[in-house]
């Protein structure tokens, strides 16, 4: 059986762990290392200077004074080995900065910001990578002599893109995860997100990418050493020591042995070091990769005429069909006052988590906003550009999405993740951030903050993760708080401390709260107001004791007719025949219509207004005959 804590992305930290632990990792790294070292220590390890020459003793084999013999001029081959890793190994180090570099940010770039940015990236790299290195590298030392660095930093930008392309890849793919779109939500800039939640979860695509490179800077390093195009005799470096032996590989072949062999176990180790890193890799899910949303040309909405803190007006979100777009949420108006509750309430696939999206612009790839507008405290919400919604998300509104669990990056603790949150929204610095996020760990009843503060996110239970996203939303005190689902991931008890916890924080912090749910007895629990959503339209609204009293949509009386009721255990429920019709499946018309048991050849011809009605406004021509079940609700008999 699986569970929970397996289903969940584990922490790089984990994934590195194992991987250290295995014995080839620990051989090649300890093998590059003391090769670092020796070369580092030169002048204290080698045992004669390396250019120094020993005319009694050329081309000798091992022997007590030459531990790994002599060559022709009667070098010292062990000094020369250790001294020559000093120019092969900053040869190959030189190569993977300029390609770490450039790779790393490239790649970040172009997948993390998508579009325009992307496609010039993108053929930047396509047209790198299509120069020929060898002919490349001959003008680079055709022109700026022998010149090892510049050769081994050419090496590096030719290498560049195909790490670009790894970086680039593996950053769509964690730019698609919620707890990317929770950090935006929150409020967090584009360049905090890349640095500290897209780059650590791509370091293990980036290390075993930049082991192959390093093992081919290598391989470069020392084959222009061999052609004598790298530096020249007698400095020694790996690849000239190996030119030296292939000229007297008849008279002393075992010449060939220990440069031959110091390279060959560099190249081995550095793919070992790719392979630990591909075992971390495994851990990661992979997923498809799209293109960024961002708001296609649109019709613009009128300002509406209200003293709502949040205004939405006529907001159209389509998503990418064969032929253009879909339309998936169709010109919704909603409205909501400061420090007021408000339900979104529909059955899965009414697009009630698209709006909520679509207010804070945090569309899933490829779906836009097609029309209308969002207004919050009389700003016009379209007309932000990135630096305004940075400043607007999370310290406005904030945004909670249905799991938990993906919400926070698996790959730091959660204090951590909160203090970021903390930092941004009150400019507290030192000691005052984690105060203030014990605090708020503390004010969302999570026993022992600072015991929670030091976890990763897959050691906490789905509440507790719930509860630590909500302490994130409050760190910037926003006036609005858009609570996609909160508790649907959790189990019944959690759930109902969950919405407990949520009115409380409400009271408390005087926000207004827009809550989404398919469970009509949730925002009987919390709500003042519902707006109940079908197939990409408001079906019906108003206060939710009229609507559960005497619903005047026949969706709405389904919704109502299919909810246990306290002090009623025998009596049966209802369903709504069918499903909710998919966006681009919604018939001509009544949305509805299909699974109406009110519905006419009108329906069809007809497409339905909201319409007033006292205490109400419903989306149904046939309103003075609802309801048609459920009804005459009691708002208290509910059970959420
Ligand atoms: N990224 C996407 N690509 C394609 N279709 C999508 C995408 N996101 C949502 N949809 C579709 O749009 C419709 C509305 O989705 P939405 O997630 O808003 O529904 P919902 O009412 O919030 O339901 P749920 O609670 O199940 O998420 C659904 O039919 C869904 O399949």
Sequence with gaps: MTTLAETQPQPVAGARRRALRTPLFVFAAGYLLLMALAAIAAPLLAPYDPVATDLDHVLSGPSLIHPLGTDQLGHDVLSRVIYGGRVTLSGVAEAVLTALVLGVTTGLLAGFAGGWVDRVLSWITDIVLAIPVIVTLLVVLAVVGSNETAAMIAV?????????????????????????????????????????????????????????????????????GYLGLGVQAPTPAWGNLVADASTVIAQQPWLLVPSGLVIGLAVLSFGLLGDAGRDTAADRRARSAQGRTRAAVREPAPRPDSTALLAVRDLTVGLPGQDGFTTAVDRLSIDLHPG??????????????????????????GARILGGGVWFDGTDLSALDGKGWQEFRGSRIALIAQDPMNGLDPTAPVGKQVDELVRRHTGRTGRAVRARTLELLADVRLPEPETVAAKYPHQ??????????????????????????????????????????????????????????????????????????????????????????????????????????????????????????????????????????????????????????????????HHDLAPASGGDHDRAEITA
């Design 460 to 621: 906490l239970s789905g509440g507790m993760a719930q509860r630590v996203l909500i302490a994130s939303a409050l760190a910037g005190s926003p006036e609005l708080l858009i609570a996609d689902e909160p508790t649907t991931a959790l189990d019944v008890t959690v759930q109902a401390e969950i919405l407990r916890l949520l009115k409380d924080v409400q009271r408390a912090n005087g926000m207004a709260v827009l809550l989404i749910s398919h469970d009509l007895g949730v925002i009987a629990e919390v709500c003042d107001r519902a707006y109940v959503m079908y197939a990409g339209q408001i079906a019906e609204s108003g206060a939710v004791a009229e609507l559960f009293e005497s619903p005047r949509h026949p969706y709405t009386a389904g919704l109502l007719g299919a909810l246990p009721r306290r002090g009623t255990p025998r009596q049966p429920l209802t369903t709504i025949p069918g499903t909710v019709p998919e966006p681009g499946n919604w018939p001509p018309g009544c949305h509805f219509r299909q699974r109406c048991p009110l519905a006419t050849a009108e329906c069809a011809a007809v497409v339905p207004v909201a319409e007033p009605v006292p205490g109400h406004r419903t989306r149904c021509i």
């Design 156 to 224: 590096g930008v030719l290498g560049f893109p195909s790490l670009a392309r790894v970086v680039r890849g593996a950053t769509l793919t964690v730019r698609q995860e919620l707890y990317i779109t929770a950090a935006r939500a929150f409020g967090l800039p584009d360049r905090t997100i890349m640095v500290r939640h897209v780059l650590p979860r791509v370091s293990a695509p980036i290390i075993v990418q930049t082991s192959l490179f390093a093992g081919g800077a290598l391989l470069a390093e020392t084959g222009l």
């Design 340 to 365: 007021e509750t408000v339900g979104l309430v529909g059955e899965s696939g009414c697009g009630k988590s698209l709006t909520g999206r679509g207010i804070l612009d945090l569309l899933p790839a």
